[in-house]
């Protein structure tokens, strides 16, 4: 893993997310290396590259602090392009000094995970006046995680973190998302449920993105993975009718628990 220290001349980027009108992404690269991510399209970045390293942007709380003076309040979402709990945050702290200076100017937060290193956080994230935290989460399934999500939290473990954040009477939401082809219609009960169980009030869905080398590189990921290889060839790269049916069990379980669920895009 390649670590750069790295100055920053801005920290918010106006975002055309709904919902978010500024993205806040402390480091540049993530740890976790999911196999589908779509940040090197964005980033052009080297697909092989990434997950092999990361720019912290050492500055980048003294510039926010700067910023927040003069910015129109809006919802800042942390993050966009890099998870701001990946296993380096916990020794460099960039996403908590954010944390601090957008708790003191009081801008509503969304932060978005796959990991349960929020949970340090906790003592600024419940001062803040508007927040939202988003846990990412594709499937229960945690040997499929390890394939797809090596270095992600495992999923127990976020699902607790979920609860806890939940209990505490902070707005949560699960992203499901990408949505494993892996999950029968019969699964969907039982998944959102636990989804709730463990705190979630909202859900947003999405399935899987592929465009120009996500597609390959999943494809060589489960070509080393014999138990994924047949159903991701069956519902994912040769009938894209799949997801339309999920999503509709999904919309439909959903009613029948009374909890919103909606499409990311």
């Known amino acids: 893993m390649q670590i ?15 919902g978010l009108d500024y993205s806040l992404n402390p480091y540049k690269g993530c740890q976790h290396k999911c ?7 964005i980033l052009r970045v080297k697909r092989e590259n990434w997950g092999e390293f990361v720019e912290i942007k050492s500055n980048i709380p003294n510039i926010l602090a ?20 990946q296993p380096i945050e916990k020794k460099y702290k960039l996403s908590r000094y954010c944390l601090e200076q957008l708790l003191k100017s009081d801008f509503p937060v969304s932060i978005q995970t796959k990991s349960d290193l929020i949970l340090r956080d906790i003592d600024l ?42 209990d505490l009477g902070i707005k949560t939401m699960v992203f499901f998302g990408p949505i494993y082809p892996t999950i029968k219609k019969e699964n969907v009960i039982d998944i959102i449920s636990t989804f709730q169980d463990f705190g979630a009030e909202r859900i947003m869905i999405d399935r899987f993105n592929l465009k120009q080398g996500i597609k390959e590189n999943l494809k060589q990921k489960i070509s080393e ?32 628990k009374k909890i919103p669920i909606f499409d990311a895009f």
């Open 4 to 18: 750069k220290l790295v100055k920053c001349k801005t920290a918010l980027s106006a975002s055309k997310l709904p």
């Open 125 to 166: 994230i419940q001062k803040l006046s508007d927040v939202e935290v988003i846990f990412s989460i594709g499937t229960l399934k945690e040997g499929q995680r390890k394939i797809l999500e090596p270095n992600a939290s495992k999923i127990q473990n976020r699902l607790q973190a979920l609860k806890n954040i939940s």
């Open 225 to 256: 993975n014999n138990s994924l290889t047949s159903t991701f060839n069956k519902r994912i790269f040769q009938d894209s009718s799949y997801y339309n049916e999920i999503r509709e069990e999904i919309m439909k379980v959903g009613k029948q």
């Open 66 to 85: 700067e910023e927040l003076k003069r910015k129109k309040p809006g919802v800042v979402a942390l993050s966009t392009v890099t998870d701001p709990y």
């Open 35 to 41: 196999t589908y991510c779509y940040v090197p399209n």
